[in-house]
Structures are given as C-alpha cells and as structure tokens.
C-alpha cells in the first residue's frame, strides 16, 4: 500500500486549503484513515480520522470545528479540509491508512497506523 499526499502550500491565517491523500496497492476500500501533523522538534499529533463506512469521525480539540475530513472510496483518496487556518497550524501533514477491523471504526493512535504518506507541507503566514 502506498499513499501520496499533496495539497499542502503557504497561505495566510484565515485561509483555506484542502489536502488530498491517494492510496494505490489496496485490494479494498476496508481502510481507515487519519491525519497526522508534525513540527520540528515535536512528536506528530493526531488531526483528524475517519472510519470507512457510515462516515464515522474524529478531530482533535485544535482542529474542531475549522478542519473536515472526509472521503471518496471510488477514487481511494481521503481529504483534509482545511479552513479558518492559523499560524499554529503549520506543519508537515502525513495521511495514513490501516485495515479496518469493523466498519465503523476509526482510530487516533498514531501507533495504530499501518502505512504513511511522504507528508506535504503546511505554512500559515499571520
């Protein structure tokens, strides 16, 4: 399984952006996904995931409310709305994908990830 993330850029606070994250090698769209966020120095964090059925999701406390995550399986990619965005938000921001033990489910371990994207960047100027 391989995920190839993009959609990253600078933009200034208060802007948008949508990420995108397309899976190839998978044999069926019975895959959670997440997103993660990392700045140097810090350990990566848990942005938002999203189960692969039923549209099940979860968004960290920073993200609430400004971020959606959400996904088209017929073309295997998972998207990270990104709106109202801040200067905290910069980062570089990796998608990653796993099995799906039921169809509801989703998860915001990063140690529940399987596989990882490159990461795309992410700079919010104030």
């Known amino acids: 399984v391989q995920l190839q993330a993009f959609g990253g850029g600078l933009v200034q606070a208060g802007s948008s952006l949508r990420l995108s994250c397309v899976a190839s090698g998978r044999t069926s769209n019975k895959y959670a996904e997440g997103w993660f966020r990392q700045v140097p120095g810090k350990d990566r964090e848990f942005v938002a995931a999203?189960?692969?059925?039923?549209?099940?999701?979860s968004y960290a406390d920073s993200v609430k409310g400004r971020f959606t995550i959400s996904r088209d399986n017929a073309k295997n990619t998972v998207y990270l709305q990104m709106n109202s965005l801040k200067p905290d938000d910069t980062a570089v921001y990796y998608c990653a994908t796993r099995i799906a033990y039921s169809s509801a489910a989703y998860y915001t371990r990063e140690d529940e990830y399987i596989y990882w994207g490159q990461g795309t960047q992410v700079t919010v100027s104030s």
């Open positions: 999203i189960s692969w059925s039923f549209g099940r999701t």
